[in-house]
């Protein structure tokens, strides 16, 4: 049997042209995990409403951030799957969930090399419907389908293991070093609150009510919601930041549900009314920079947060392909390629 490790990460368009955009964004947003509601339904939304004017708009955000290599998120994954294949003695590779290189095409490489055991890594620290779960159920279905000799072992959401919470707070603390800040904003990606609801594995734990994230219960192991709010605990009490000068919210809302809140929009704009003047930006639901950090956070946040009244304003990069990330990873794929035989959780 012999090993190998797949690094998945989101995925973005093939190019900032309009129509590779419409394609990703349908592939993502027809995703029953993304937009959770029936078929037809979500392709009235998708097809109907969505598709007809925001992948202009989201094609001029993507030119804004977009590298001559190609896309930031894509890669900085390629990146690290660089660095974590020179510490470790297994074949690594990198897929996509949306776009390219596929999950299928991440699978067939690994196969290709005789690989029959492949350890998951999705590349997300906060486990969600709309993101760790599709993609195990995606990959499950292919294996089920193309690549029957394959097993899977998964990396579990890894919002709180110390090896991640002391990358991200020496990440934070090397950004502020010669900087000037009197609050850090943990901004997560936002999900609807009705995701959280769904992932809800005790069924009746979660009231998002601010309060059922902060007692102990078995529904946190997929509750997205207490799994931020953790993150950030951590990593305040490993840095020692004051009660008062960091907070966290939710970003990138789309359509009129209900998502988690607070809204990081609305807390940048009522920081800069409340006198916050030098605000630092972190975003731990990202491990590469994309277009929601660079853009949504580095510029339009900036700018709303300049034009309000603040002075100074840093967004703090995500993990990338730091060095003590590589080997964090690297240490975890050799622990597991290590073990004599694994356990198959998909
Ligand atoms: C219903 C919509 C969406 C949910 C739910 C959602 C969850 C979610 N997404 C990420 C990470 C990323 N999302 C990115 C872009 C992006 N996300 C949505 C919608 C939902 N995301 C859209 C429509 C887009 C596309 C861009 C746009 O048009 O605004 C990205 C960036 C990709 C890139 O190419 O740079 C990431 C990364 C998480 C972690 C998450 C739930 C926890
Ligand atoms: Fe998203
Ligand atoms: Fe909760």
């Given at each position: 049997m012999k090993k190998g490790v797949l690094l998945v990460n989101l995925g973005s368009p093939d190019s900032t042209e309009v129509k590779d955009v419409k394609r990703y964004l349908d592939q993502f947003l027809m995703d029953e995990r993304v937009i959770d509601v029936p078929y037809l339904v979500r392709a009235f939304i998708?097809?109907?409403?969505?598709?007809r004017t925001r992948p202009k708009k989201s094609a001029e955000a993507y030119k804004r951030i977009w590298w001559e290599e190609g896309s930031p998120l894509i890669v900085l994954t390629e990146r690290l799957q660089k660095k974590v294949q020179q510490l470790v003695d297994i074949p690594v590779s990198i897929a996509m969930r949306y776009g390219n290189p596929s999950l299928e095409a991440g699978m067939r490489e690994l196969a290709s090399q005789g690989v029959t055991e492949i350890l998951l890594v999705p590349l997300y620290p906060q486990f969600a419907m709309a993101t760790t779960e599709t993609i195990l159920v995606l990959a499950e279905k292919l294996r089920s389908t193309k690549f029957p000799n394959i097993r899977f072992t998964e990396i579990p959401a890894f919002y709180s293991h110390p090896d991640y919470v002391r990358v991200l707070s020496e990440s934070i603390k090397e950004a502020l070093q010669e900087k000037d800040w009197n609050h850090i904003l943990f901004s997560y990606h936002g999900v609807p609150e009705r995701h959280i609801k769904k992932s809800?594995?005790?069924?009746?734990?979660?009231?998002?009510?601010?309060?059922?994230?902060?007692s102990s219960s078995p529904a946190h192991q997929y509750c997205y919601r207490h799994q931020c709010y953790e993150t950030t605990k951590q990593v305040a009490e490993y840095l020692g930041l004051k009660e008062g000068t960091y907070s966290t919210s939710f970003q990138s809302r789309l359509g009129r549900d209900p998502w988690l809140q607070p809204y990081t929009d609305q807390t940048i704009e009522n920081m800069a009314h409340q006198g916050v003047n030098k605000l630092a930006v972190v975003t731990p639901a990202f491990v590469s920079d994309c277009l929601e950090t660079l853009e949504e956070i580095g510029m339009e946040g900036k700018d709303e947060f300049l034009e309000n009244g603040g002075s100074e304003f840093h967004l703090i990069p995500c993990l990338n392909d730091r060095n003590d990330w590589a080997q964090v990873l690297s240490r975890w794929v050799s622990e597991w390629a290590a073990e004599p035989e694994s356990v198959t959780h998909v």
């Open positions: 998708v097809r109907g409403i969505i598709l809800d594995i005790t069924k009746s734990h979660c009231k998002i009510d601010g309060q059922c994230c902060q």
